[in-house]
């Protein structure tokens, strides 16, 4: 099995700076795609970035410009710089790792950002 553990969010005034950090561990395929989404109160769970093992990236339009992925394969971590924060970017953060047939999801890191 695969266990995503989230750190890293929090407050921030609008125009701040956070970071998301999560760790994967378990049975961690070579080949894989992982990222963040995030799920805002009474929304739908929408994707924010995601980054496969080869290092292409995929953004929000949203986040574009704003937010940047990056990922440690050796280490099996994934982070997410996330600068100019808006009040839309208040959400519940979840990380995620698909690999093979199967997608994994983290607990969620609240971010809140104050305007």
């Known amino acids: 099995q695969v266990q995503l553990l989230e750190s890293g969010g929090g407050l921030v005034q609008a125009g701040g700076s956070l970071r998301l950090s999560c760790a994967a561990s378990?049975?961690?395929?070579?080949?894989?795609?992982m990222g963040w989404y995030r799920q805002a109160p009474g929304k739908q769970r929408e994707l924010v970035a995601t980054?496969?093992?080869?290092?292409?990236?995929n953004y929000a339009d949203s986040v574009k410009g704003r937010f940047t992925i990056s990922r440690d394969s050796a280490k099996n971590t994934v982070r997410l710089q996330m600068n100019s924060l808006k009040p839309e970017d208040t959400a519940v953060y979840y990380c995620?790792?698909?690999?093979?047939?199967?997608?994994?999801w983290g607990q969620g890191t609240q971010v809140t950002v104050s305007s």
């Open positions: 378990g049975n961690i395929f070579r080949i894989n795609v």
């Open positions: 980054i496969t093992s080869g290092g292409s990236t």
């Open positions: 995620y790792l698909a690999q093979g047939p199967t997608n994994y």
